[in-house]
């Protein structure tokens, strides 16, 4: 990796430890690393260097991770956020995935699982860029580079993972698609049984595009497999 496609991310957490084995750990992969103490710094530094993804711990002195989250959100709607948690029930990470959260990670973290999930963020980041593209599905008109889905006057944001699954689902319309298929392709992790974060995902993309998401008709539940887009 050359100087200038070192790509940029902000950690936010307070304890120092955590910072500095990630701030180590990342540099040494290649990665530009800037940190912040507190919500109001990181949301602060957020908006200097745009950061291409954005590391957030949900515990912080000043203000709670889901706030910043939303304040990180509003300034840009489509930066990568994966939170740092130390809690580990399920609501909490749902709660994080409503608020603009990517993806979560629950501390203790393996950095080499984080890093390699970075690393997917980041090569569909790039196959992305060479890519205009816009799609159809349930009469929304999706736009790849804008990340907007939209139908008639009505337009949703889409974050960077919402708009990958979409992406995968639609390259293999109306054919299943399993779940590991989705998380290693995506987030590039190997599959675990108990990883929740694609069924997540699927809830939130049923209730933007779905008419009613509780009986849905585009994005299709394959039982015990995965899912299947009927555009
Ligand atoms: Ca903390």
Redesign the pocket.
Known sequence: MTQTEKKQVLII???PDIIRGLVDALEFEGFAVASACTGAEGIERAREISPDCVLL?L??PDDNGYRVCEALRQDDPVVPIIMLTAKAQEADKVRGLEVGADDYVTKPFSVAELIARMNAIFRRQNRMAAQDETFSIGGWEINGRKHTMTKGRNTKRLTFYELEMLKLLRERSEEPVSRDDLLEKIWGVQANPNNRTVDNFIVKLRRKLEEDHKSPKHILTVYGFGYKLLP
């Open positions: 957490e307070d304890e711990d515990m912080l």
